[in-house]
């Protein structure tokens, strides 16, 4: 069984065995879509998220901008990042809500070293389950997109669910239900993607010819996808990676050095038990006993201090 | 067994103590080390309480480690210098390997093999150490960017494969040249010992008396 009753896990954290199935079939591929260019930066879904998870942000301090948090935290799952770009004359705000991509390859679950710390649905989306979290930070160094955060209160990690229990139900995220100007679109990720093409033709014959889905290769797409005006510089958006991938070093720490490093040390153990068995121990004799009592005296001359 | 020459004190009660407290943290740290480098061994974990509380342990550990590989480092380094018995040593490597050190010059406490785990054991020491407070998400999470805590989740867990290494290497060797363990349990060798492995430490401590 899963972590959801009605899903089974596609992915399952630091298991060396496939997830249990239950024999239902693969979850649709699910996916929020985000259009920037429709948002204006209420933050309705930030208080929406804060409700339907049961999240209490306390207050902290303001930096004189919008951005309120100025980040995401353990009780703060979205956040709203506000950048004034200007082109030529004119000045855009450029208003990007940042959260978990819900990466299809997610770094998070691929770093994880506790067993279904963390999961991946068949529908595509990136869960934490807190009970088997041990709040190593692991997953902190696996994301590409530096989202979750640990709580120091907890010593767990946390970001958002895409409101997995919402979606389980057949209901779309509390963030896209409470979205005034339908900024924040759900749906299947196929109809995600032909909707986001709509809204990029349109965009286009506003003068936007940089208009584009956001959904990057280097993670195998994301199941938060967005659509941004000037999808040639992503990181205009406060720092949206251009080409996010899972850090080679991440590659390599979870991947090749786990098998070779156990290999190595199977080895070490195996070559010292072979020499034991062909070579055989090293002992001291008779003779070596003599010239010893010859030199320390047979009774012992030895010195008492090393 | 032999009775016709008398023991040879080789360390003193503080040195090993000063090297079990070493001894027990290393073998602590590669447990619960291993039980979060790789999920099949993650069930090394409740060894030490459960994944929560092996994450809170290790780093711990890791101190005593530290402060106590300290004492040891400041005991021996001087005897650890490398010198040309050391390379004629090396280069004789195959013959020490098939019980045969005839020949090779007399030694001083330590042979080159020995020096090579202590100055080994120095260097990933102390690489661990510095990786690990980066990793040491805790205390120090804020003074590091993700980018350097993914170089030290490398260089922490390759540093530490090396060290669990040259510890197999250093075990075998203790076992496999019989009289060496009472050094470290009792404090001294027998004179036979002495002779046949560290002639030349052995006439100075001959000489002392």
Redesign the interface.
């Known amino acids: 069984m899963s972590a959801l009753q009605a899903l089974d896990l596609r992915r399952r954290s ?3 065995v496939p997830p249990p199935a239950s024999g239902k079939a693969a979850a649709v591929p699910v996916a929020k879509l985000i259009d920037v260019s429709k948002c204006i930066g209420c933050k309705a879904c930030q208080t929406a998220c804060l409700e339907w998870n049961q999240l209490d942000q306390s207050i902290g301090y303001t930096d004189g901008t919008y951005n309120n948090p100025t980040d995401l935290t353990p009780a703060s799952w979205t956040v709203m990042r506000y950048t004034e770009h200007e082109r030529g004359d004119d000045l855009e705000w450029l208003i990007r809500k940042d959260g978990c991509m819900h990466c299809d390859d997610p770094g998070c679950l691929k770093a994880c ?3 279904g710390a963390i999961v991946q649905y068949t529908n595509g989306i990136v869960d934490f389950i807190s009970d ?1 979290c ?5 997953c ?2 696996g994301c590409p997109f ?1 989202i979750p955060r ?1 709580s120091q209160a907890t ?1 767990k990690a946390y970001k958002c669910t895409l409101c997995s229990d919402r979606v389980v139900v057949g209901q779309a995220p509390a963030c896209a239900k409470a979205c005034p100007t339908q900024a924040i679109y759900f749906g299947t990720k196929e109809d995600m993607i032909a909707h986001a093409g709509k809204r990029i033709t349109d965009l286009k014959s506003r003068g936007y010819q940089n208009a584009g889905l956001y959904n990057p290769p280097g993670v195998n797409g994301t199941h938060v996808m967005y659509v941004l005006q000037h999808a040639d510089k992503p990181s205009l958006y406060s720092g949206l990676p251009d080409d996010p991938r899972i ?1 080679p ?2 590659g ?2 979870k991947g090749v ?2 098998p070779l ?2 290999a ?2 199977a080895f ?2 195996a070559f ?1 038990l072979m ?2 068995v062909t ?8 003779h ?6 010859e ?2 005296g ?9 | 067994m032999i009775e016709h020459s008398k023991p040879v004190s080789r360390y003193t009660a503080a040195a090993r103590i000063n090297h079990w407290i070493t001894a027990v943290s290393l073998i602590l740290l590669a447990l619960s080390g291993l039980a979060l480098f790789h999920p099949s061994l993650y069930f090394l974990t409740y060894l030490f309480g459960g994944g929560q509380m092996t994450r809170i342990i290790h780093p711990w550990i890791g101190v005593v480690l530290a402060v106590s590989f300290l004492g040891l480092f400041l005991r021996f380094f001087t005897l650890n210098f490398w010198n040309r018995d050391d390379t004629v040593w090396m280069k004789n490597l195959g013959s020490v390997i098939n019980n045969k050190e005839e020949g090779l010059p007399e030694l001083g406490k330590y042979n080159a093999g020995q020096k090579l785990v202590f100055w080994g054991q120095s260097v990933l020491i102390l690489l661990l150490l510095g990786s690990g407070v980066v990793l040491w998400d805790t205390y120090f999470a804020s003074y590091t960017t993700i980018d350097q805590k993914r170089w030290s989740a490398v260089v922490h867990a390759l540093c530490a494969i090396g060290a669990i290494l040259i510890w197999i290497v250093h075990v075998y060797a203790a076992i496999w040249v019989k009289g060496t363990m009472s050094a470290m349990t009792r404090g001294s060798v027998s004179g036979g010992w002495a002779w046949k492995h560290h002639r030349k430490w052995f006439r100075q401590e001959v000489g002392k008396s």
């Open positions: 630091a298991s060396s070293p506790a067993p088997n041990i709040g190593c930070g692991y902190v160094k530096n640990i010593s850090s070093l991440v390599i720490w050095m786990k490093s156990l190595a040390i070490a153990g010292g020499h034991y070579k055989g121990p090293n002992r001291v004799t008779e070596d006993e003599e010239k010893a009592a030199l320390a047979s009774d012992g001359a030895g010195s008492k201090k090393a």
